[in-house]
């Protein structure tokens, strides 16, 4: 079983949907988690960042933590075309414990017009 | 342009022959971590350094692999006598410190095995 799982889609949605991409994880260590969007043939870019437990919200995206459920996920709100991408999720435990992110596999978004 | 800079982008080797991807991390950042994608798989842990030392290198393989980050100059991911199943996309990322900080990545060095 892998640490960190996360459906790899296609996601297909209309312009201006709501999105909600999602991870599943195993290792209750894991502290800090992070959602990167990634172009193709571009590195991952960070979108949200976030500590334990709880909702942080920046522009059209909402980042969810539940720990107890060992679930996060991505909300994009009013979706446009320009967010078909990859969404990777990361995640680590707090620092001494390893700097190292395991990812999921990544959700592959595409937003039609 | 204050990012995570990898040169080259793309890099094409023959079996056998070596590979010497480069990372020069964000302005203010001392510390440089190296991943590997694979096609249709998520990015795996290699190596974690800070200036001249190497913190954690639990993800890179025994033989073949290593990385430096010198006091002065970009981190160097080294690949010995590369096969054809290291051909994938390596990310370099970096931070500040070790406490709170995410990492910011490069955009990436595709390298392809002839």
């Known amino acids: 079983q892998k640490e960190v799982e996360q459906d790899p889609g296609p996601l297909s949605v209309p312009e201006g949907a709501i999105v909600s991409l999602n991870c599943t994880y195993s290792?209750?260590?894991?502290?800090?988690f992070m959602w990167y969007r990634q172009y193709s043939r571009k590195g991952p870019e960070l979108l949200m960042y976030t500590y334990s437990s709880g909702n942080k919200e920046d522009g059209r995206f909402t980042a969810q933590v539940d720990k107890s459920s060992k679930y996060i996920s991505l909300f994009i709100r009013d979706s446009q075309p320009s967010d078909s991408a990859t969404y990777l999720c990361?995640?680590?435990?707090?620092?001494?414990?390893?700097?190292?992110?395991?990812f999921g596999t990544g959700t592959q978004l595409k937003v039609e017009l | 342009n204050a990012g995570v800079m990898q040169n080259p982008r793309h890099l094409v080797r023959r079996r056998g022959q070596e590979a010497r991807l480069r990372c020069s991390p964000m302005?203010?950042?001392?510390?440089v971590y190296w991943y590997r994608q694979l096609p249709e798989e998520g990015l795996k842990f290699m190596v974690y350094?800070?200036?001249?030392?190497?913190?954690?290198e639990s993800g890179m393989p025994k033989e073949r692999f290593s990385a430096e980050f010198p006091k002065e100059g970009p981190s160097i991911l080294r690949i010995q006598q590369v096969v054809r199943g290291d051909s994938a996309a390596y990310f370099c990322?970096?931070?500040?410190?070790?406490?709170?900080?995410?990492?910011?990545f490069g955009d990436g060095t595709r390298l392809s095995i002839l």
């Open positions: 290792n209750s260590a894991f502290q800090y």
């Open positions: 990361a995640m680590r435990g707090l620092t001494g414990g390893g700097n190292k992110l395991t």
């Open positions: 990322a970096s931070s500040p410190d070790t406490s709170n900080q995410p990492q910011h």
């Open positions: 302005k203010g950042h001392s510390h």
């Open positions: 350094l800070q200036k001249e030392n190497i913190i954690d």
